[in-house]
């Protein structure tokens, strides 16, 4: 995979700085999809396939999360 240069890093430092909102929403929102579905290589992807009781708590999560989503969404379009 090509790395990613350094005019690039610099831009994308450079809007962050610009829009601290933004770039704080998609941090956030980034976080969130990697528990939500992690990759192969990370760490909570081989926990989640290898430790059964890591497994049940990662199901029960999940499980509460789509409670709260489902919830927040009902809440933001009253």
Do not use: C, H
Request: glycine fraction near 2%.
């Amino acid at each position: 995979m090509a790395k990613t240069s350094r005019a690039q890093i610099s831009a994308k430092d450079k809007y962050q700085k610009a829009n601290p909102e933004q770039a704080f929403y998609w941090q956030k929102k980034s976080s969130a999809k990697g528990f939500i579905n992690p990759k192969p290589p990370t760490k909570l992807y081989k926990l989640v396939k290898n430790d059964i009781n890591i497994k049940d708590t990662y199901i029960a999560d999940l499980q509460e999360f789509k409670i709260l989503i489902d919830r927040t969404i009902a809440e933001l379009k009253q």
